[in-house]
């Protein structure tokens, strides 16, 4: 956390197409909820290098969760609409710790 903010990474393969719609949507959704959030978005092979200060990593890209010390939420819901209420809970929940 940064100066009061979850520090949430948001990672695509190239860090620009899925990632742009899913970091508006992260950050629409801290901003209704009035949670403070940092969002950095990015390739997946640059997400090593913030692990440091990140508290979360939704993702559009298939990992492999175990290698980060911080929640990893696949945010595939976002593009295709299918569970997208269970993906915005489980956004939620950890925003909220």
Do not use: H, W
């Not at 009061?4 to 992260?26: D, M, P, Q, R, Y």
């Not at 990593?57 to 595939?76: G, H, M, N």
């Amino acid at each position: 956390m940064k100066n009061g903010k979850k520090l949430v990474l948001v990672a695509c393969g190239t860090g620009i197409a899925t990632s742009t719609v899913v970091n508006e949507a992260v950050s629409k959704l801290a901003k209704k909820n009035n949670i403070p959030v940092e969002i950095i978005q990015c390739k997946i092979m640059e997400v090593p290098g913030y692990s440091d200060g990140a508290d979360l990593l939704v993702t559009t890209t298939v990992i492999d969760k175990s290698k980060y010390a911080f929640p990893v939420i696949s945010a595939r819901a976002f593009l295709t609409g299918i569970g997208l209420d269970k993906v915005e809970d489980q956004i939620l929940a950890e925003l909220q710790k």
